[in-house]
């Protein structure tokens, strides 16, 4: 894809790449290691070539930004009940079929990125607002990666910390500088399947898996998983038995597992939503497997929402939608009933954001 007229104001240099035959490049951001022609987009759509060198494209530029329950992330054992900053950018560096957020992460427009706002500016917006992170969410931060950064060293400076929401496809180098950075990140693990990443992403399996490895053992990045249940696609028993047993043997029993709900959406409108008895089973089998921490997600299910002991099966932290309904914590995170410790990133205190969902316009500010 070509470049359009855009605004300079937003691009910046990247040094993910390296020039290639017949006056390309490469960018070696990702395992997609799109070849540019001067002029040409990636397939991400917000990096290019331009003057013979990477650029990235929306800096400082946004899709929109919102505060949200941090549990909307999904992040369930990452500081449970505190608001979030979120926010995204247009374009993908995966071309899932199915994407739920497509009119983000799949748009051509430049008419996507209405908001815009220096890395200061969202600290600070969150510092005022009262968030305990920022989110890159959305989209995939992957592909705005020296955004995010920066965005990053802004919020820690001001002792706000940050969320990756993102698919995890990303080479080895950009991925250890930007998880020097990152607080907590929920991976999407679409599949357990190299098939499935083809034929509906796009993309392959192996460099997630090893975006989960390198997270759980070289960081010390707080740790979930997401997978959207598609009917006939990746939710047969077997195929979740595989996965959870690979993340019990790679990742080990703490790293919470949340199996959500498919809608009909963008190119897969011809597939039904996922059952809830489909969740409940998934949720099951992780559980048999070993997991400590298993959920449903996308679906009303106080029972699948919650978190219990591993140990003796008290309800830890109860769920309704994204609302805490209970919180059996003590406030060193371990079990008031039997004290065996709770996986996480907890205060002494949950937060009390609740359910809200508040916009906010940054673009005046």
């Known amino acids: 894809m070509d470049i359009e007229d855009f605004d300079s104001t937003y691009c910046r240099s990247t040094h993910y790449w390296h020039s290639i035959e017949n006056d390309r490049v490469q960018c070696d951001l990702c395992p997609r290691l799109c070849k540019l022609r001067s002029g040409q987009r990636g397939l991400c759509f917000i990096r290019a070539n331009q003057d013979g060198k990477v650029i990235l494209t929306s800096y400082g530029r946004s899709s929109g930004f919102c505060i949200d ?149 070289e960081t010390s990045v707080w740790l979930e998983l997401t997978t959207l249940l598609i009917p006939g696609k990746n939710d047969s028993p077997e195929e979740i038995d595989r996965m959870t047993r690979w993340v019990i043997e790679n990742l080990g029993p703490d790293v919470p597992m949340h199996f959500s709900a498919f809608h009909p959406d963008y190119k897969l409108r011809d597939i039904p939503a996922t059952p809830p008895q489909t969740l409940t089973l998934a949720r099951k089998i992780a559980l048999s497997n070993g997991i400590h921490y298993a959920f449903t997600g996308n679906v009303h299910d106080k029972t699948g929402e919650s978190t219990y002991c591993h140990a ?54």
Do not use: M
């Open 69 to 217: 329950p941090i549990e909307k992330k999904p992040l369930n054992h990452f500081l449970p009940g505190t608001p979030v900053f979120s926010f995204g950018t247009a374009g993908c560096n995966l071309a899932c079929k199915f994407c739920q957020n497509w009119d983000i992460s799949k748009s051509r427009e430049t008419d996507t990125l209405a908001d815009h706002a220096s890395p200061q500016q969202i600290a600070l917006t969150a510092q005022l607002t009262g968030c305990r992170s920022v989110a890159f969410t959305y989209n995939d931060p992957v592909i705005f990666h020296e955004y995010a950064i920066d965005v990053a060293r802004a919020c820690h400076d001001k002792g706000i910390k940050t969320v990756a929401v993102t698919a995890g496809y990303v080479c080895p180098e950009p991925r250890a500088e930007f998880y020097q950075h990152i607080d907590a990140a929920n991976v999407d693990l679409k599949a357990f399947s190299d098939e499935f990443y083809v034929q509906l992403t796009g993309s392959h399996l192996q460099p997630v898996l090893d975006t989960l490895i390198y997270l759980k053992q």
């Open 312 to 365: 003796c099966g008290e309800t830890l932290i109860g769920r309704d939608w994204y609302q805490l309904s209970d919180w059996n914590l003590d406030s060193a995170g371990k079990c008031r009933h039997c004290s065996t410790p709770c996986a996480g990133v907890f205060e002494a205190r949950p937060g009390n954001w609740g359910a809200r969902r508040q916009p906010v316009r940054l673009a005046n500010a």
